[in-house]
Nanobody, 128 residues
Framework: QLQLVESGGGLVQPGGSLTLSCAAS????????VGWFRQAPGAEREQISC????????NYAGSVKGRFTISRDYAKNTVFLQMTRLRPEDTATYFC?????????????????????WGQGTQVTVSS
């Protein structure tokens, strides 16, 4: 079964940190762009980051730039999202998604609908 599985969510106080993981099962993330998205209750899904396969080039939404870092471990077939200086407005369900493309850069937000592997999401709650 081809799937992405997110983990690492939880409850954290404002100003705290969390690291999310996105592990691929049944397929390799080689030659895939991986993106992180989030959706808060009552809001539209928002893409917050992406990372390419070659050279692991990254891109971020303005709302998280400078606070979040996306990275990938090729050997572990996993992509990470390190989140620091968390704010209550970061509360959302976080999803990772992937698309098999070899491109030099990735775009945030991507409006093409290209991502076709999706995980089930992990909840992040930032609250005191």
């Amino acid at each position: 079964q081809l799937q992405l599985v997110e983990s690492g969510g939880g409850l954290v106080q404002p100003g705290g940190s969390l690291t999310l993981s996105c592990a691929a099962s049944g397929f390799s993330l080689d030659h895939h762009i991986v993106g992180w998205f989030r959706q808060a209750p009552g809001a539209e899904r928002e893409q917050i980051s992406c990372i390419t396969y070659q050279e692991a080039r990254t891109n971020y939404a303005g709302s998280v730039k400078g606070r979040f870092t996306i990275s990938r471990d090729y050997a572990k077939n996993t992509v990470f999202l390190q989140m620091t200086r968390l704010r209550p407005e970061d509360t959302a369900t976080y999803f990772c998604a992937a698309v098999g493309e070899l491109v030099p850069t990735c775009t945030v937000p991507d409006t093409s609908g290209r991502y076709y592997y999706w995980g089930q999401g992990t909840q992040v709650t930032v609250s005191s």
